[in-house]
């Protein structure tokens, strides 16, 4: 009996997002207390991946680069904003501006987005994201190695604006506020452009270009998240 709710107590421990804090020597000897070998076999298959949660690639998994500052958005936050976007997202031409993961992209293009071009700074985390592309025959999709201000800056003649920005950039650099405002005074949105930010909670919606509408936002503990319509 001890051990059958050790072991249930333990399977929920895999299912915090922070056990990877947790040394080899903690499970290993968990495992053994427990004589279960498949305990510690399926800790160390957790890979950097996360799950498409919705649309044609629904279950399906994407793998991302272990680097500084990456964070993927949470599945929870992701089911949340594409339940916002479930009347926006089919035939939309997207950005996704500080792409990291690729997580917003591959959702959008798994629910019906028409085109996707995702822009990432970071060498490895672009060529991964090419890849799972590659992995998924999408033919929908642009990557761009380069930043979010010389994306910005080289696109300032564009036939068509996004119908929908994500902007997710790295917490704690200050990022977020100057491309907000470059990118209102870029051709890249249009009135009804849909943009998506998430942020440290901290932020002060008062900085960001005045004809940005908030009409969703949500909180967790960590992070704030919204969407904005242009006007």
Not at 105 to 129: C, P
Not at 205 to 213: D, F, H, R
Request: hydrophobic share 40%.
């Amino acid at each position: 009996m001890i051990e059958k709710q050790a072991y249930q107590y333990y399977i929920v421990l895999l299912s915090i997002s922070n056990l990877k804090k947790l040394s080899l020597t903690s499970i290993d000897s968990l495992a053994m207390h427990l004589n279960k070998k498949k305990i510690r076999k399926h800790f160390k298959s957790q890979d950097n991946t996360i799950r498409i949660i919705g649309g044609e690639w629904r279950g399906r998994k994407v793998k991302f680069a272990s680097e500084k500052g990456l964070r993927p958005t949470l599945d929870r936050v992701r089911e949340t904003l594409f339940n916002w976007l479930q009347a926006d997202i089919n035939q939309a031409n997207c950005l996704d501006l500080f792409s990291g993961s690729g997580a917003l992209s591959f959702e959008a293009l798994s629910r019906g987005a028409k085109q996707v071009d995702i822009v990432e700074i970071n060498s490895t985390s672009a060529q991964l994201i090419r890849d799972n592309l590659a992995k998924f025959n999408c033919q929908h999709a642009n990557v761009f190695l380069q930043s979010a201000q010389e994306f910005i800056k080289q696109q300032t003649v564009k036939s068509q604006a996004y119908d929908i920005v994500f902007l997710d950039p790295p917490f704690n650099q200050a990022l977020l506020v100057p491309i907000c405002l470059s990118l209102d005074n870029s051709s890249l949105i249009q009135t009804n452009t849909i943009i998506y930010i998430e942020s440290e909670v901290q932020l002060d919606i008062g900085k960001l270009p005045e004809n940005w509408q908030c009409y969703r936002e949500k909180q967790t503990k960590n992070l704030s998240y919204y969407l904005f319509i242009c006007q």
